[in-house]
RNA sequence: GGGCCCGUAGCUCAGGCCGGCAGAGCAGGCGGCUCUUAACCGCAAGGUCAGGGGUUCAAAUCCCCUCGGGCCCGCCA
């Protein structure tokens, strides 16, 4: 931590100051507290001036600022409802009291207030003090009282010190929890059930990326951290669990930017006897109620409107194929060789090896083309098979498979398979992938293809980032700004 | 990993192009002020200009390297 500051040094004298008073800076507790927002709320039928006679408060909280007049001084007090400002007159606390408090308070130090509920003659909800205690005393300050703390770099690595000074950063880490909990319930209410399965595991599969490597000293071998939770979850379904879901973090072993952080919060569902048209169903009653709560909890925010006007069902449908077609001119896609697409994907500037599988340079595509004008919930479906190794054959469509992405605000928020479930076919996909490039894209697992030789009925699933739903729905441009600690490098 | 930009007091920021005493506001100290709310007024204090090296009589400023961050690209359901 950085060097005790002149400012440090000021504060400890005030700790020492109280002590040598017999009097506790840093006591243990602060019983029968009422909230701020409940103290305002008492306050709201008073004219300025008046006071609510005889009905003793005490409230807690950070102390933002002190104001100070000589004989009267206010004091804003932060709690997790509101603020509030205290109300010290030398005339009601006496000379001792008063200079006392004033002189070993600061911004930043944890206090409880006791006093009557009033408004001041200016008009402010009040609480005209009877009594202070410092709760605990605050050696190192705060960040600056009006501009907060604006260096992105601080924000992150001291988040406690943006919560602290941001009611915005507060209010957006609670909509991720409330977020977050509208999404269980939702699910819970449709019959499925919450689950935990491992991330420590021999293969990380069920996704394209590089995994976490770490060592067990007891088992003393290699486990990789989990990159995606749809192999686990499907070998549930094997095992008569119809209908599961898991919230948990998976870990991916990449770069951070905008939309991506190595370690994010993943929600997989699993659904038996069900097929991706069921799921899109399942998704849009879901979106439209996020969008509908979100309002409900921000009427005032753009992002939490736009959402909820946005979120109606039925969303706009982009077929894969015929998108691409139509937007790049280029014909009969699916028909041509694998190296003329790598030479149509470079020319749109993206740079990935000449050997990669021809799903690739269709994903390359498609980004350059197409995502860039959608605009609006989008579910993009129908993907060419190559794209795709765990979903099912389109049932009608032939090279495609039966698949949806959901699309808004510029990324893509959900993926959606109807589930391969033939083991043969799996086994096939899985060397595809092994042999299209030298090095591996989707980990053959070959526990799970045992598995799915002992049956698995036909199945929907889904996987999208509660960070990026988060984003969507808070407007959030960046993704750490959705993460309390994202990752960091040391310094 | 590549390109561009940024790092000055605890915090928010000037100064940098064109080298010449290190600046302001908030917070803190001292003094004043009995209804303010980014309170106000006066005085004094506060610096490893991210770190290291170089050019120069002289470097926060120009050059090089390192560290950290931001944006874009790459990697990436």
Redesign the pocket.
């Known amino acids: 931590m ?2 005790e ?4 040094r ?2 400890r004298g ?1 700790i020492a100051r109280w002590r040598a008073e017999g009097r506790e800076p840093f006591p243990w507790s602060f019983p029968d507290r009422t909230l701020i927002r409940e103290v305002r709320a008492l306050t709201s039928s008073l004219a ?2 008046e006071e609510v006679a005889g009905r003793t408060v005490r409230v807690a909280g950070r102390l ?11 004091i ?1 007090l932060e709690d997790a409802s509101g603020t509030l ?1 205290l ?1 010290l ?3 009601e606390l006496g000379e001792a009291f008063y200079t006392s408090w004033l ?6 130090d944890i206090v409880g207030a006791i006093g009557l509920p ?1 408004v ?5 909800p ?1 609480l ?1 003090i009877q009594s202070l205690e410092l709760l605990a005393k605050a050696i ?18 001291r988040r406690y ?1 943006d919560l602290m ?1 941001s009611a915005e950063s507060r209010e957006r880490f609670r909509l991720r929890s409330l977020l977050t909990r509208e999404i269980r319930g939702y699910f819970d209410r449709a019959g499925f059930l919450e689950v935990e399965t491992p991330i420590l595991l021999r293969v990380a599969g ?5 995994p976490f490597v770490t060592r067990s000293r007891y088992l003393d071998s290699e486990l990789q951290l989990r ?2 939770i ?1 192999l686990s979850l499907k070998q549930l379904l094997i095992g008569g669990l119809e209908r599961v879901y898991e919230i948990g973090r ?1 870990f ?1 072993n ?7 952080s190595p370690e ?1 919060t ?3 569902l699993y659904w038996a006897y069900a097929d991706y048209h069921d799921m899109r169903r399942l998704m849009e009653g879901l979106f439209e109620r996020l969008g509908t709560r979100m309002l409900e909890w921000q009427p005032d925010s753009e992002a939490a409107r736009s959402a909820a006007q946005l979120f109606r069902p039925p969303f706009a449908t982009l077929d894969f194929v015929q998108a691409l077609e139509e937007r790049s001119g280029i014909r009969d896609l699916l028909s041509r060789p694998t190296p003329e697409l790598g030479e149509l994907a470079r020319r749109c ?5 000449a050997d990669s599988p021809p799903g ?1 340079f269709l ?2 595509l498609f ?1 350059h083309y197409v995502e860039p004008t959608i605009d609006r919930p989008t579910f993009v479906v129908d993907h060419p098979a190559s ?2 190794p765990l979903a099912k054959r389109h049932r009608s469509l032939p090279g495609r498979v039966e698949r949806f ?1 959901i699309h808004y605000r510029g990324f ?4 959606c398979y109807t589930e391969l479930n033939d083991p043969d076919e799996q086994e096939r996909r899985f060397q595809e992938q092994l042999t299209a490039r030298g090095e591996e ?2 980990a053959y697992d070959a526990e799970f293809v045992e598995a799915l030789r002992h049956g698995m009925p036909p199945a929907t699933g889904i ?3 509660i960070e ?1 739903i988060v984003m969507a729905l808070t407007g959030a ?2 993704i ?1 700004d959705v993460i309390l600690f ?6």
Do not use: W
């Open positions: 950085p060097q500051s002149h400012l440090e000021e504060r005030k300025p001036g933002l600022t002190i104001r100070s007049h000589g004989g009267t001084s206010f804003d400002q109300l007159t030398v005339h002189a070993d308070l600061d911004p930043g009033a001041s003659r200016r008009g402010e009040s005209r190192a300050p705060p960040p600056e009282k009006f501009h907060g703390l604006q260096d992105p770099e601080e924000r992150i690595r010190l000074s069920g996704a394209a990326a590089a990159i995606s749809e998976c991916r990449e770069d951070l930017d905008s939309t991506h994010f993943m929600l997989e500037g993206a740079t990935v090896p690739v994903d390359k980004e794209t795709t992405e893509e928020i959900g993926n894209r989707y996987g999208f980032g990026r441009k960046s750490k994202p990752q960091v490098r040391s310094r």
